[in-house]
């Protein structure tokens, strides 16, 4: 081989290198983009809970309430 062809050769693996690396770091990103713009899913429960279990879960002592 030719020392033209080999390094043409060699430019081209480093240039093909780096656009694998640059294509890979665009798509991580692109990823952290759209899970950072995700909504957290809230849940809301709708029922009516008794009061003596609130107040036996919340207050210390018996004669609280």
């Known amino acids: 081989m030719t020392p033209k062809i ?7 693996a480093v ?4 656009l694998v690396t640059v294509n890979v770091a665009m798509l991580d990103g692109a990823a952290r983009e ?3 713009q ?10 009516e809970r008794p009061a003596e279990t609130f107040a036996a879960k919340n207050c210390p002592g018996h004669q609280t309430l």
């Open 15 to 18: 240039n093909a290198a780096a």
């Open 34 to 36: 759209r899970e950072a």
């Open 6 to 12: 080999l390094a043409l050769g060699v430019a081209l």
């Open 38 to 47: 995700q909504e957290v899913e809230r849940v809301v429960i709708f029922g």
